[in-house]
């Protein structure tokens, strides 16, 4: 069994998604997501210059020594355009894999965990009476868990406030759009949000919040104990890991649990937070981090440490990762929750899938492989489009972390 071909699709069904599709001599194709939100044509070009002519004439089955190849022989390594690339080409060879074996693909990682996937929803508002609104809204449609973010008085465009009411596209403009920050306000502010959500819905149901890297570590836990009292099921994101100590004061301060990882490229960049028992949930997604091959290694080296798995999906990644992070979840036995931001009608239609949500769960299906497909015809009808992220800054003008 030989790779024959290895072709970029580049769509935008209201947000730009990179595809790989690679084609066998016995007409068995895989599809991966390699989407780099706000950088999309930077992993176009790795593939395209770098990665594809390397794999024409490869067995698709040697799925581990591809992803060394394609790893180590770099030299260059890491990185969110490598590891996107590589996890592309991983996820369409298991893609090829559990179709060639006629099993979905959960089946083929060693079968279920669980008989259902729960996950979370987005509901923002501009203010706080609007984002418990919406709060109510998600548990009406059987929602277990809700991240809930909210407009702040004094700042203009916070983070997290979508244009819509499912649909959540941060990549806004053509040049990335300025936003203005003050952690002051933003700290008075949250856990009034958090009293009014127990006061309203009680606490049958889980509360999820991002801080988005904002704030320093003392900062951090600062808010993680001053939500104590709300039981938040995670607080995300709360401070910039790349120096993985910093987490150390931020659990000195408060037992609210903490979840990072959606930026993270291997395990290299969990590995301290993850064996200090620093953090209790990795967010790592497949496309970030290398495809299932790694992604797999990270969360058997978390459940040494009672950490468990809450992959990022966000709408910046495709229904193929979405597809292929569900069958990994109902495999892996350490889960914790899932991300669910709901892609457009256009973006299900250019990627038909067979992933259902009932009941504050979503459920794969059947199909051999990741059970994703893309409509090349229909995502032909939708060019490319530059988009950036926003940036912040703080209100003397000076650069902070969106």
């Known amino acids: 069994?030989?790779?024959?071909?290895?072709?970029?699709?580049?769509?935008?069904?209201?947000?730009?998604?990179?595809?790989?599709?690679?084609?066998?001599?016995?007409?068995?194709?895989?599809?991966?997501?390699?989407?780099?939100?706000?950088?999309?044509?930077?992993?176009?070009?790795?593939?395209?210059?770098?990665?594809?002519?390397?794999?024409?004439?490869?067995?698709?089955?040697?799925?581990?020594?591809?992803?060394?190849?394609?790893?180590?022989?770099?030299?260059?390594?890491?990185?969110?355009?490598?590891?996107?690339?590589?996890?592309?080409?991983?996820?369409a060879l298991w893609d090829i894999k559990a179709k060639m074996a006629g099993m979905p693909l959960y089946d083929l990682l060693g079968g279920r965990s669980r008989d259902g996937v729960m996950v979370y929803g987005h509901a923002n508002g501009a203010d706080l009476g609007q984002t418990v609104d919406a709060v109510g809204r998600y548990i009406d449609m059987g929602y277990k868990a809700i991240r809930a973010q909210s407009g702040v008085p004094g700042i203009a465009m916070a983070y997290g406030v979508g244009r819509g009411t499912l649909h959540y596209e941060p990549a806004d403009a053509e040049l990335p759009t300025e936003t203005v920050w003050d952690t002051t306000k933003y700290l008075n502010f949250v856990p009034k949000l958090f009293e009014k959500l127990r006061d309203a819905y009680g606490f049958d149901h889980h509360l999820l919040?991002?801080?988005?890297?904002?704030?320093?570590?003392?900062?951090?836990?600062?808010?993680?104990?001053a939500l104590e009292p709300y039981s938040l099921f995670w607080l995300e994101d709360i401070t910039p890991a790349e120096n993985q100590e910093s987490f150390k004061l931020v659990r000195q301060h408060t037992t609210t649990p903490l979840a990072v990882g959606e930026i993270f490229n291997t395990i290299w960049d969990a590995k301290d937070l993850i064996q200090n028992q620093l953090i209790d949930y990795i967010r790592m997604t497949i496309v970030g981090s290398g495809g299932l091959t790694h992604l797999r290694r990270v969360a058997d080296f978390a459940s040494l440490y009672q950490v468990r798995t809450g992959c990022h999906g966000a709408t910046d990644l495709s229904p193929v990762t979405m597809g292929t992070a569900l069958h990994f979840d109902t495999w892996v036995p350490n889960f914790g929750i899932q991300e669910y931001m709901r892609h457009t009608e256009e973006t299900d239609a250019v990627f038909p899938h067979d992933y259902r949500f009932e009941d504050g769960f979503l459920h794969v299906g059947e199909t051999p492989g990741h059970g994703v497909?893309?409509?090349?015809?229909?995502?032909?009808?939708?060019?490319?489009?530059?988009?950036?992220?926003?940036?912040?800054?703080?209100?003397?003008?000076?650069?902070?972390?969106?």
């Not at 919040?209 to 104990?225: C, M, Q, S, V």
């Not at 009808?381 to 926003?390: I, T």
Request: proline share 6%; charged share 25%; with cysteine.
């Open 1 to 91: 069994m030989k790779i024959i071909s290895a072709r970029v699709i580049v769509t935008c069904p209201g947000r730009n998604f990179v595809t790989l599709k690679i084609e066998t001599d016995q007409g068995v194709y895989g599809i991966g997501d390699a989407t780099l939100n706000g950088r999309e044509l930077a992993v176009v070009s790795y593939l395209e210059d770098h990665v594809v002519p390397t794999l024409i004439g490869k067995d698709p089955r040697r799925i581990e020594d591809i992803w060394q190849y394609l790893y180590r022989g770099a030299y260059w390594r890491r990185g969110p355009v490598t590891m996107r690339a590589i996890a592309a080409v991983d996820v």
């Open 209 to 225: 919040h991002d801080g988005h890297h904002r704030l320093t570590p003392i900062e951090a836990g600062r808010l993680g104990k």
């Open 373 to 402: 497909d893309i409509d090349e015809s229909l995502a032909a009808r939708y060019p490319y489009k530059p988009a950036y992220l926003p940036v912040a800054r703080l209100e003397d003008g000076s650069m902070w972390n969106w």
